[in-house]
């Protein structure tokens, strides 16, 4: 266990040295007249925009001009071929390599790699985008929250074999309130008596989603990589709990759906009206599912972002603006992360409860309640 | 005639409308989730008022439902980001 920790450690110390070995000075004055102009604006929108997207880098911190950055691995499926790179070979998106580039124009999806006109560095419109596959940040956010998932998961399982019939000790304690909470107030409820099936998937949606959370809010490598504020990536949790729902649902689930009892039979023949509602509403839930997590996260980071360029917009007005708002913003940046830690847990509930829900109603034995209603 | 011109002028490039009506659009989205989320507040204190040794069970469904409403909210939002910046 500390050898494994120690060895983590190691990783990310190697990995900072490597960062420091990409910073640059910047550019020669070949790339200048390439680059944004030297004395930008400091843009609000795009500088939050920017911090909430994906990269093909991880971009730690900016000094005068050097950009300390990781460069992630670059994968692309073009026509069938394969190419792996690394994207320091982009030089921050002012280079173009092996006929791709790094877009920057922010009206034409800034941050895609596409094709480049050969000999020149302008996108090349006609030419198919390659499918990318690349190791982004949000991908690395993801295999950081999963790391966290082992390091945390394997000595509790360990520790409840050990310790079995005896008091939790260490993480266990820590974590056997969450867990229970998830069993008893989560599972059982809502889905009776065949919850356990469904443990090991609503647990690990639990903690993926309050830990990728908790982790997003950290400011610093190797958090903030706004995993769960990525709409891909909670699509995929709904498309999870989409999947799960419709595999397992009984009979009477889709006879709900198509054929609903009790209802008249002019709402279901000749025009299907309610069947077609209640077919939307099976691709609808899933929907919300994604939207509410990606929504509430993103909307937390972005009011963050908000707050701190505060002290920016005024600082560009006058320096001594800028010095004189920034406790008030950095006050409010703290209440807004206290307030982002609660709401980190709760849609981490929400999610899993109504997942649980769905699991549930797909899985509901009705008896024989509908046999007047048959008649 | 000048009123003309200038109502052409509008007219012709919609786009900062279009940020306004994004602007608009967010603040009713928190209207309405102001007043449902305080009227699921208003319902819980009330009932926790009257019995209040289930607490916890209506603590959570309260915590629930606002979670579900603030979805929606964020619909909207959502709507409203992309009007602005897509």
């Not at chain 1, 990310?12 to 960062?19: I, K, Q, V």
């Amino acid at each position: 266990m500390r050898t494994f920790l120690l060895s983590l450690l190691f990783l990310t110390g190697s990995l900072l040295n490597f960062a420091s070995a990409q910073t640059h000075e910047s550019p020669d004055a070949a790339s200048h007249e390439a680059a944004a102009p030297q004395e930008e604006e400091f843009n609000v929108g795009n500088m939050i925009i920017d911090h909430i997207v994906d990269s093909h880098d991880w971009h730690i911190a900016t000094f005068g001009h050097t950009h300390v950055t990781i460069p992630l691995p670059v994968i692309l499926i073009d026509e069938g071929k394969l190419v792996v790179f690394s994207s320091a070979r982009f030089h921050h998106g002012l280079g173009s390599y092996m006929g791709y580039k790094i877009e920057t124009d922010r009206k034409a999806g800034r941050g895609k790699i596409v094709k480049v006109i050969p000999g020149t560095m302008e996108t090349d419109k006609t030419a198919s985008k390659p499918i990318d596959l690349s190791i982004s940040k949000t991908v690395v956010g993801i295999f950081i929250t999963f790391i966290v998932l082992l390091l945390v998961f394997f000595p509790v399982a360990s520790a409840y074999k050990r310790n079995a019939g005896h008091a939790p000790k260490g993480m266990q304690s820590l974590l056997e309130p969450l867990i229970l909470f998830v069993r008893d107030d989560i599972a059982e409820p809502s889905i009776g008596k065949h919850y356990k099936k469904f443990m090991p998937f609503l647990l690990t949606l639990f903690f993926f989603i309050f830990f990728s959370n908790l982790i997003g809010i950290f400011p610093f490598f190797p958090g903030g990589a706004n995993v769960t504020g990525n709409i891909s990536v909670t699509m995929v949790l709904a498309l999870f709990t989409f999947f799960i729902t419709s595999f397992i649902a009984n009979k009477s689930y889709w006879m709900h759906i198509f054929n609903p009892p009790g209802v008249p039979w002019w709402l279901k023949f000749p025009l299907p009206l309610l069947p077609l509602i209640e077919l939307t509403g099976i691709f609808i839930k899933p929907f919300v599912l994604m939207v509410r997590l990606f929504a509430n996260i993103s909307a937390g980071h972005i009011i963050v972002l908000g707050f701190v360029s505060l002290i920016f917009i005024f600082a560009n007005m006058n320096p001594a603006l800028g010095y004189g708002v920034s406790p008030v913003s950095v006050l409010f940046s703290v209440f807004i992360s206290l307030l982002e830690l609660l709401v980190a847990f709760i849609q981490a509930y929400v999610f899993t409860m109504l997942s649980a829900l769905y699991f549930g109603m797909a899985t509901e034995d009705h008896g024989h309640e509908h046999e007047t209603a048959h008649s | 005639m000048s009123l003309l011109s200038t109502l052409l002028q509008v007219a012709s490039d919609l786009a900062p409308v279009a940020k306004m009506g994004a602007a608009l659009g967010a603040g009713i989205a928190s209207i309405g989730a102001g007043i449902g989320i305080g009227n699921i507040g208003r319902g819980a204190l009330e009932s926790m008022a009257r019995q209040p040794e289930s607490t916890g069970d209506i603590r959570s469904n309260m915590i629930v439902a606002a979670a579900l409403i603030e979805g929606v909210a964020f619909f909207a939002i959502v709507v409203c980001f992309l009007v602005v910046f897509i």
